[in-house]
């Protein structure tokens, strides 16, 4: 892209009273950090297919999370998930992040994939077996600190298939009492992100099944749990931006586990199916960095972003490079909007300027604002082909099939 379309989009959007300056000053600061185990191989129910040059280990998983890194400049670190990420030295982890250029950032405890677990984790009738899951999540708390992480990020697969298969309030009690736990051993410093899924794999209850079940049990927590929202996480057309808003003025929304789909939770590529959705998320968030309440701008401040998904097909470093992409487009015409437009046609009830105001930023075409912005921060001007021409994705095919998978 030349100076001349930077320099005509920018009159075009002074012209609109947008200041690209500050919306560049906004793009720097946006995080999206990546999931270790969407480098590894993945699948359905039906079928996980092998690829290779798969990661072999959770240190080539943060590996080619550098890469990503490398050329987007937006994802300078990676959750992982233990067991999946279990290693004997997490110091030894944390050092090699650090020499590939990233970090380690969230925790995930894993409490679904143990037969234990078959009836519930924190919500299993079983004392034992409550004990066994609190015990893995204070172990993940241990990790954390190992590797310098503040974030925990958890996800309760705990539910029912039946009708009468099990006591919903003991189970809410339980999950509460184990939470509790867990969070009195937080550190000062660390927050516990809880995230909600109405279904699967339970059919029919599930403990957690919306973000006000995650919100009331935050709420009764206190200041250091918040709430996760994943996109692929609820009912279709379940108007997600209105949640993000809710919990934002509430100061409670820790953090965006980021994926797309069509269906149900497909963890597909950000932005690949309705990507207004996710344009109408960020700009809540945009609306809240913007708000006169030093609360509010506060939580917008720390949202922890992360993508969540899974390639059943395609290959794993470009396809997430192309969610940051995406996630980075959504936000820069997020920042398009004219605020004080907006306001103004909100005051006036003008329906019609209202949705202008919102819809004229999302049809604005960012791609020259995005490449001036990753030229100055000396990221990849187009990141996808600049990974394609780099010869990584050739020259991880010598680990070859038959790496990490879950
Ligand atoms: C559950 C979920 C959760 C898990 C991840 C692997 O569907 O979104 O975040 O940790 O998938
Ligand atoms: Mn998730
Ligand atoms: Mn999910």
């Known amino acids: ?41 993945s699948g359905t129910r039906f079928k996980v297919f092998q690829q290779e040059g798969i990661p072999r280990d959770p240190f080539e998983k943060l590996e080619d999370a550098a890469q990503v890194h490398k050329h987007t400049g937006s994802s300078p670190s990676v959750a992982i998930h233990i067991p999946w990420d279990k290693v004997d030295n997490y110091k030894g982890l944390k050092a090699h992040a650090e020499s590939l250029g990233v970090s380690i950032g969230a925790v995930n405890p894993n409490l679904f994939q143990d037969d234990d677990y078959k009836f519930g984790s924190l919500t299993n009738t079983d004392p034992a077996i409550r004990r066994k899951a609190l015990d893995h999540l204070l172990e993940c708390i241990g990790i954390a600190r190992e590797v310098d992480s503040n974030v925990l990020s958890l996800w309760f697969a705990d539910g029912t298939n039946y009708p009468g298969q099990a006591d919903f309030r003991k189970r809410k009690n339980w999950m509460l009492e184990g939470l509790k736990s867990m969070y009195d051993e937080l550190d000062d410093s660390m927050r516990m992100l809880i ?14 099944a919306d973000w006000g079940m995650a919100f009331n049990a935050a709420n009764k927590l206190g200041s250091k749990a918040e709430v996760l929202v994943d996109t692929g996480h609820h009912p279709q057309a379940t108007n997600i931006e209105h949640i993000v808003a809710y919990l934002l003025d509430e100061q409670k929304l820790g953090g965006f586990h980021f994926n797309s789909r069509k269906y149900a939770d497909d963890d597909l590529i950000v932005g690949a199916h309705d990507p207004y959705e996710i344009f109408l998320i960020l700009q809540q968030i945009v609306q809240a960095e913007e708000d006169p309440d030093p609360a509010v701008r506060q939580n917008a401040e720390n949202i922890a972003y992360m993508l969540d998904q899974c ?38 009830q003008d329906v019609l300027g209202a949705e202008r105001a919102i819809r004229s930023a999302f049809e604005a075409d960012v791609t020259p604002l995005l490449e001036a912005f990753r030229e100055e921060k000396g990221a990849s001007v187009k990141p996808m082909d600049a990974y394609r021409t780099s010869g990584y994705g050739e020259k991880i095919l010598s680990r070859g099939k038959g790496g990490a998978s879950w």
């Open 311 to 348: 390639h059943n097909l395609e290959p794993k470093i470009p396809a997430m490079i192309r969610s940051i992409e995406n996630v980075q487009t959504m936000y820069a015409k997020a920042c398009l909007v004219n605020l004080e437009e907006l306001r103004n046609a909100q005051e006036k």
């Open 195 to 208: 995230e909600y899924k109405f279904f699967e794999p339970g059919f029919y209850h599930t403990d957690f």
């Open 1 to 41: 892209m030349s100076d001349r379309h930077y320099t005509l989009f920018e009159e075009q959007q002074q012209a609109r009273g947008i200041d690209l300056e500050a919306v560049k000053k906004k793009l720097q600061k946006l995080q999206v950090e990546t999931p270790s185990w969407g480098f590894g191989d």
